[in-house]
């Protein structure tokens, strides 16, 4: 999309997780291009334990309403259990913050839960994306190595997508209906729905793009042994 290539600086400083997207399609050829680099993502024994499920067109618009109305009547099939309230501080508190500016920065008062559900649903209809990415992994014992692998490979895409102007939201709460996903794309049992990524070009002018989720200190994560 844009004539400069940046650079890897540039990139990853860039990157972030876009909630609000144009209806234009990325063309085929970038895409194959985006999904070519992914597949260098490293990977335990050279694996390369994933299966990406992108879905695009009217196979979107079915997923979207199924998952709408799962969300609506709260029919959730998790393949992996999730807690965020199981999290020791301050990550915890990380992820509070990052839910208090989002809903700020939509205007969204901290009482108004017809606006918190309507901002939620945002999620199953993909925040306008025309494609969503359903991240799939093998079931390989406790399945941590595998998704770790699936993790590296999912940055990978995400900041190919950045360095051609484009933009990717992880989203875990697609997993919350794994079971209806893999019967709506034909999906055998035996691989797990890790997350899915909603892609494309991010609308700017949406108000959600108007906040960046901040980084703790290098010295908050990293501790050296010399």
């Keep these: 999309m844009s004539s400069r290539e940046p650079s890897f600086h540039e990139v990853v400083k860039n990157r972030h997780s876009a909630r609000a997207f144009l ?3 990325i063309p085929n050829d970038v895409l194959y291009d985006i999904l070519h680099e992914a597949q ?3 990977s335990n024994c050279n694996t390369q334990p994933w299966s990406l499920h ?7 618009n079915e997923l979207s309403h199924a998952l709408t109305t799962d969300l609506k009547v709260g029919s959730y099939c998790l393949d992996f259990t999730f807690d965020k309230e199981a ?3 301050p990550f915890r508190q990380r992820a509070s913050e990052q839910g208090r500016s989002y809903y700020q920065a939509l205007g969204v008062a901290r009482g108004d839960n017809l606006s918190r559900s309507e901002v939620v649903e945002r999620n199953v209809k993909f925040f306008g994306a025309p494609h969503v990415a359903l991240l799939f992994i093998p079931a390989v014992g406790d399945n941590v190595r595998v998704a770790s692998d699936a993790g590296m490979y999912a940055q990978t895409f995400l900041l190919s997508l950045e360095a051609r102007g484009y933009a990717g939201v992880p989203q875990a709460v697609l997993s919350y209906f794994a079971q209806t996903v893999r ?5 055998p049992e035996n691989f797990k729905l890790l997350y899915g990524i909603s892609f494309g070009i991010p609308d700017k ?10 980084r703790v200190f290098v ?7 010399r």
């Design 54 to 60: 992108i879905v695009a067109g009217e196979k979107l």
């Design 183 to 187: 019967r709506i794309l034909n999906i």
């Design 219 to 225: 010295e908050d994560s990293v501790i050296w042994h």
């Design 87 to 89: 999290y020791p501080n």
């Design 40 to 42: 260098c993502a490293p």
């Design 205 to 214: 002018n949406h108000p959600s793009l108007s906040y960046r989720e901040g």
């Design 23 to 25: 209806p234009s399609p």
